[in-house]
């Protein structure tokens, strides 16, 4: 469980817009130089290119659905997107076949156990219950609609760079060292097979997954990625739809439950936002009609969500009235 201490900040009502641009300033600094002192988790040591990740590193970016951007510290530094890749690349399978076939075949509940677990579609008679899940998302990936891989990988891609405003690229070496530490993947893709829930070669989509999850993207297009979901699909730097409002709306939906793993009820009830966590540190939260947050900072959580980026999402989404179930204006300390 992790901690939340708010002390001395009062809980703004989530109505209306953010604040001016200096008080949304002032409040990133605030933010930053408060947490940037924390040592608290580890950086990810299970994909051993990922071991080397300077812990020090933190950045923090906020968008507005205006395009308006603040950021602070190591926001424009890259790292590569991990699991955060799984909420827009929903949101892309649900744009080309609806989220009515994604529900059938992957689910929306929560499993309430490890991002990674095989226990979870055993018990639910091969289910991955939810495309945040690597077992989700491998049979979300596979069911983008194409004529070959390579245009599966295209279509991926070019998505998920229309979502960050820019084209993305990536990893090799980070790639290269997940492709070589992925037995686990590849089992529950082999199980997905077995369970009637992977029509495509489980190598290959594991493959690709394995790749998306490889883009490099900075804290700063995370917002972008994220805001682009708060404005109802368009993308607020370029002003390009990219998914329907619908579609924005059902993966907003899935992150609120789901984003956050077995602590996602946690996350919803301290923080009040979707939002999605990768291992390699970057955490993305989202106030639908208002903007979104990108923050980055390696060390890790046990489940696998960046200590900085939870601390300073908390206290932005109290500050800035972000969290969407605040319907009053109190000082009240919170703290779980």
Known sequence: MFEVDMEGVPQRASTGSLP?????????????????????????????????????????????????????????????????????????????IGHHAVHERVGVNNTGLPFNSVMALELNLGSPMNPMVNAGAIATTA????????ARWDAILHGLSRFAGRELAVDTEVYESEMRTN???????RLLEGYGRLDEDPGTIVEMYTRQCALLVTAHDLAVMGATLADGGVNPVTGERVVAEEVARDTL??????????RSGEWLF????????????GIVAISPGKGALGAFSPPLDPAGNSVRGQRACAFLSRALGLNLFASGVTSRESTA
Do not use: W
Request: with cysteine.
């Open 253 to 262: 939906t899935v992150l609120a439950s789901c984003g956050m793993y077995e």
């Open 143 to 150: 069911m983008m609609p194409a004529p070959s891989h390579s």
């Open 20 to 96: 001016g641009r200096g008080r949304v300033a002032e409040l990133l600094r605030e933010a930053h130089a408060r947490y940037a002192p924390l040592r608290d988790g580890v950086v990810a040591d299970y994909i051993p290119v990922l071991e080397r990740a300077d812990p020090d590193r933190f950045g923090l970016s906020l968008i507005g659905v205006d395009g308006a951007a603040e950021e602070v510290g190591d926001a424009a530094d890259a790292f590569t997107i991990q699991s955060i890749s799984k909420a827009f690349v929903f949101a892309l399978v649900c744009e080309e």
């Open 183 to 189: 037995t686990r993947n590849r089992a529950i893709a």
């Open 270 to 281: 301290e923080i009040g936002l979707p939002a999605k966590s990768g291992v390699s540190g």
